[in-house]
C-alpha cells in the first residue's frame, strides 16, 4: 500500500510546536459553576496533546453562554486554578467581531479587544492573535500596525487571520512585511474551498499553519446529515476497513493536506475528544482522499 499521507506530527507556530489537533473553546460556555468540569476537559485535552487552544473574544453568545468573553473568562478561571498548564498550552485568540456593529479592526478596538481578552483569560500575552473576520471598511495598513504594535509590546505572538479571502490575506501581508503565521478557514470533507480558492496553495508558499474550523461540518458528519450520501458511504467504507469512527476518518482527511492543517475539535466530551485523536493514526492513500474528493464534490476529476 501506498504510505498513508495523514501527517500526526507538530506543526510549528512561530517558534512554538503545536499537535494537529486544536481544542476550540466556541462551546466552552458551561456554567462558572462547574469547575471541576472545565478543568477535567482542559487537562484531557492536554494529556490527548491538544496543546493549542483557539478562542476568542466572542464566543460567549452561543451554548447558553452569558455573552462576549464567556469562554476566554472560563479559560482563565481554569488557568487561575492551574497556573502549571499555562506552560503546556499554546493559547490563539481572536478579535475584531463587535455585535451590533458587526465588524470593526480599526486600530483603538482592536488594541481594546487584545487588552480584554488578555484580562479575561488572566495572562500578559497570547501567542496567536488573530482577526477573527475583515473588516470591510477598515484599511489593512493600520490593522498590520496595530498588530505589529500589540507584538511589539509583547501582548501577543504570532499573527494571523480568520475567515479572510486571499486577497484580503494578502493585502494584509503587504503591509506587514511577511506571512501571516497562520490562516483558519473552514475546511472539511462537505467543505473543500481552501484546496480550490487559493487559501491552502498561498500558506504552503509562505509558511502559514491553517487552522481548519468546523472540520466535521459543524456535525453533519457524524450524524450523516446534510452532506452527500455518496460521501458518507466513502466515509463508511473508509473508516471500516480501519477500523475507526466516520468522525476520525473525516478527521484524517484534513490532516492528510499538504498544506499540513491543524483540525479545531469543538466537542465538550472526552471520549469525543479521544476518538478524533485516533484521525493521527489512520492511514490514508491519494486514492482514498481523491475518492472522498469526488463524493463530495459529486463530479468526476477530470
Known amino acids: 500500500m501506498e504510505p498513508t499521507l495523514v501527517d500526526p506530527s507538530p506543526r510549528s507556530i512561530a517558534g512554538r510546536q503545536v499537535g494537529p489537533l486544536a481544542f476550540g473553546h466556541w462551546r466552552f460556555v458551561g456554567g462558572d459553576d462547574a469547575e471541576a468540569e472545565a478543568d477535567a476537559l482542559i487537562e484531557a485535552t492536554l494529556d490527548l496533546g491538544m496543546n493549542l487552544h483557539d478562542t476568542a473574544d466572542v464566543y460567549g453568545f452561543d451554548w ?145 499553519v491553517p487552522m481548519a474550523w468546523s472540520p466535521l461540518a459543524g456535525g453533519r458528519v457524524p450524524k450523516g446529515e446534510g452532506i452527500p450520501a455518496p460521501l458518507v458511504e466513502v466515509l463508511d467504507e473508509l473508516a471500516g476497513e480501519r477500523g475507526v469512527s466516520r468522525s476520525a476518518m473525516a478527521m484524517a482527511f484534513v490532516l492528510a493536506n499538504p498544506a499540513r492543517p491543524i483540525a479545531i475539535v469543538g466537542s465538550q466530551n472526552v471520549d469525543r475528544l479521544e476518538d478524533a485523536s485516533t484521525a493521527r493514526e489512520v492511514a490514508l492513500t491519494r486514492a482514498d482522499l481523491y475518492r472522498i474528493i469526488e463524493a463530495s464534490e459529486g463530479v468526476p476529476l477530470p
Request: aromatic share 4%; with cysteine; hydrophobic share 40%.
Open 64 to 208: 447558553g453562554g452569558e455573552g462576549m468573553g464567556h469562554a476566554e473568562r472560563r479559560l482563565g478561571g481554569v488557568l487561575a486554578r492551574h497556573p502549571e498548564w499555562r506552560e503546556r498550552m499554546v493559547i490563539a485568540t481572536k478579535g475584531g467581531i463587535l455585535p451590533g456593529v458587526p465588524y470593526d479592526s480599526s486600530p483603538a478596538y482592536l488594541r481594546m479587544a487584545c487588552e480584554d481578552s488578555l484580562s479575561r483569560l488572566g495572562v500578559d500575552h497570547v501567542d496567536v492573535y488573530l482577526v477573527h473576520r475583515p473588516d470591510l471598511l477598515g484599511h489593512p495598513e493600520q490593522v498590520a500596525e496595530t498588530l505589529v504594535g500589540l507584538r511589539g509590546a509583547g501582548k501577543i505572538g504570532a499573527i494571523g487571520v480568520s475567515n479572510h479571502t486571499l486577497e484580503q490575506t494578502r493585502a494584509l501581508e503587504a503591509f506587514l512585511g511577511e506571512p501571516v503565521a497562520v490562516t483558519q478557514p473552514e475546511f472539511s470533507v462537505a467543505q473543500l474551498a481552501p484546496m480550490r480558492d487559493g487559501i491552502f496553495d498561498h500558506a504552503m508558499a509562505g509558511g502559514t
